[in-house]
Nanobody, 120 residues
């Protein structure tokens, strides 16, 4: 059974930092493209960042220079380092895993999400 479990969300002040983690099981992690998505209330889910098995990365324009995605194949875990957070980053953040290019329409596995709230 495939499981993706996100952690690291919480409440942070504007300008602060958080590090999200997504631990996977039930898949050959090194084969999978991993992605972080987010969904704010009333908005569609959007890609935040993705990383391929070959370490190619892609970021949403709104987070470039502030967020960094990385992966540790030995720990079957993908990370999202978020710096200089803004209120507009407030959302539920989801991890996904798929075989193929970042943000492709391939069948994907999803985690349950972790809430990130940026507020003073």
């Amino acid at each position: 059974q495939v499981q993706l479990v996100e952690s690291g969300g919480g409440l942070v002040q504007p300008g602060g930092s958080l590090r999200l983690s997504c631990a996977s099981s039930g898949i050959i992690f090194s084969w999978y493209t991993m992605g972080w998505y987010r969904q704010a209330p009333g908005e569609q889910r959007e890609l935040v960042a993705g990383i391929t098995p070959g370490l190619i990365t892609k970021y949403a324009d709104s987070v470039k220079g502030r967020f960094t995605i990385s992966r540790d194949n030995a720990k079957n875990t993908v990370y999202l380092q978020m710096n200089n957070l803004e209120p507009e980053d407030t959302a539920v953040y989801y991890c996904n895993a798929l075989i193929g290019p970042i943000d492709s329409s391939s069948r994907a596995y999803w985690g349950q999400g972790t809430q990130v709230t940026v507020s003073s």
